[in-house]
C-alpha cells in the first residue's frame, strides 16, 4: 500500500505492508531464508536469493520510500554502509565530493582514510554560512549535506544547495538522520538522494544497526541496486523486521523527542555553567525547510576536557554511550567519542571543542531528564 494523500502516521504503519496472502498475519513476517524455489530455471516468485532481496526487507524499503516520498529505496547493514554504496556507484577516482565541514565521524573516517586513498577528492566547506555558488565549484560531481549536522546541529539550505547542484551538474545527497522524513523531506527540496542511519531514530529503540537510501531517479536506483546485491552489505531479515516495527511510532516518538528537548533547551540556555548552546529552533533557515526539530542538543559546558569527561559519566537517566535517536536518553563527549576519529585541530576548526556534549533526549518524563542534568553540573562544578 502506498498512497501519497495518505497522512505520515498512516503510511508509517501501512506503506509496503499489506496482510501476508497465505496466513492473513497482519505483521509482516520474519522471512528467515536465504534462497526460493524455482519452477523452473528463472521460473522464480520474485525472489531468488536474499542478498538480492527479501519480501521483509521488502516491505521496509517501500515503508521508508514512501515516508520520504521516493520511488525507490535500499536497505542496508549500517548507515555507513548505505554511505559507501552511494559514493562507489555513483563517485569514480578523481572525482570531486564536496562535503559539509560538520558531519558524523564516521563519514568523515569513510571519505578521508578509506575513500580518498582510493582516489576520490574531497574538500569541506560550512554550508549554513558560505554561499552554494562559492562552495560548490564547476566539476563537482557530488555534495554531501548532513541538515541539521552532528554535532553542532547546523543547518543548510537543501534547496539553495540544490540549485547550485543542477546548475554544475553535480548529485546532491541529503543524509537525513538527525531530522527524519517526519520533520524534513529533502528530496521535495530537490536532493537527489536522501540516506539514513536507520539505527537511529527510524527503529528508535537501540537494539539494531541499519541503513537506508532514498530517491526517485530510475538510473541512479538501477545502479545502486546492483552494488547493493554485488557487494551485499545488506541487514538480515531479524533486523528489517525490528526496524520495520519501530518505524510504525516514528511520528509519535518524534513529537514526544521534540517535546522533551525544548524544555531541556530552555533550561540550559538559562544556566550558569553552560556557554553556548547548539539547536535548530531558533535557526530561520530550518524553519523554511523543517516541520520540527527533533530531540538533539548540543552545548560548550564551561571548563577543560576533564570537567566534560566527569560530567558525561554523572548522569544517571542520560546514559553515556555512542548512537542517538532511541526511546531512552544518551550523553556523549564528541570529542573523545563519536568523533574521536577526526584530528583534533579539524575538529576545533569545526567548532568541536573539548568540552561539547551532545545529548539525545528521550522520551521519559522530562522533569526527570532535567534533575538528572542538574546533577551532573553540580557534582562536577
Not at 528508535?204 to 544497526?209: K, M, N
Not at 523486521?241 to 521534540?258: A, N, S
Not at 556534549?357 to 531528564?369: A, C, F, P, Q, Y
Request: with cysteine; charged share 20%.
Amino acid at each position: 500500500m502506498k498512497n501519497d494523500n495518505h497522512g505520515f502516521d498512516t503510511l508509517a504503519v501501512h506503506a509496503g505492508q499489506a496482510p501476508d496472502p497465505t496466513t492473513g498475519a497482519v505483521m509482516t513476517p520474519i522471512y528467515q531464508v536465504s534462497t526460493y524455489a524455482q519452477d523452473g530455471v528463472g521460473g522464480h516468485k520474485g525472489y531468488e536469493y536474499s542478498r538480492t532481496d527479501n519480501p521483509t526487507r521488502t516491505a521496509l524499503q517501500a515503508c521508508l520510500a514512501a515516508l520520504e516520498g521516493a520511488k525507490y529505496g535500499l536497505s542496508f547493514a549500517s548507515g555507513l554502509a548505505a554511505t559507501d554504496v552511494v559514493l562507489r556507484a555513483l563517485v569514480a577516482p578523481g572525482d570531486l565530493v564536496i562535503c559539509g565541514d560538520d558531519v558524523y565521524g564516521g563519514t568523515y573516517r569513510l571519505f578521508d582514510k578509506v575513500l580518498r586513498p582510493w582516489g576520490m577528492r574531497f574538500e569541506y566547506a560550512d554550508f549554513s554560512t558560505v554561499a552554494p555558488e562559492s562552495a560548490i565549484p564547476a566539476g563537482t560531481r557530488l555534495v554531501w549535506l548532513e541538515t541539521p549536522t552532528n554535532p553542532l546541529l547546523k543547518v543548510s539550505d537543501i534547496a539553495a544547495v540544490a540549485v547550485r547542484c543542477k546548475a554544475v551538474g553535480a548529485l546532491l545527497v541529503v543524509d537525513n538522520t538527525f531530522a527524519t522524513p517526519y520533520f524534513q523531506r529533502p528530496l521535495a527540496l530537490g536532493a537527489d538522494i536522501v540516506v539514513h542511519s536507520t539505527t537511529k531514530y527510524i527503529n528508535g529503540h537501540s537494539d539494531v544497526v541499519g541503513g537506508f537510501a532514498a530517491l526517485s531517479d530510475d538510473g541512479l536506483y538501477d545502479k545502486m541496486k546492483y552494488l547493493q546485491n554485488a557487494a551485499g552489505a545488506v541487514p538480515g531479515p531479524q533486523d528489517v523486521w525490528l526496524t520495520l516495527r519501530g518505524v510504525k511510532t516514528l511520528g509519535v516518538r518524534m513529537d514526544r523527542h521534540q517535546q522533551n528537548a525544548e524544555r531541556i533547551l530552555g533550561w540550559l540556555r538559562a544556566h550558569p555553567d553552560v556557554e553556548r548552546v547548539y539547536h535548530p529552533m531558533d535557526n530561520p533557515v530550518a524553519r523554511k525547510q523543517m516541520s520540527g526539530f527533533g530531540g538533539m542538543i548540543s552545548f560548550d559546558l564551561r571548563g577543560d576536557l576533564d570537567r566534560a569527561r566527569r560530567f558525561v559519566a554523572a548522569t544517571t537517566l542520560f546514559t553515556l554511550a555512542e548512537s542517538l535517536g532511541g526511546v531512552e536518553s544518551l550523553i556523549e563527549t564528541p570529542a573523545l567519542m563519536t568523533h574521536a576519529s577526526i584530528e583534533p585541530e579539524k575538529r576545533r576548526a569545526a567548532g568541536i571543542q573539548d568540552g561539547l556534549i551532545r545529548l539525545s533526549v528521550g522520551i521519559e518524563t522530562v522533569e526527570d531528564l532535567v534533575a538528572d542534568l542538574a546533577h551532573a553540573f553540580e557534582s562536577t562544578r
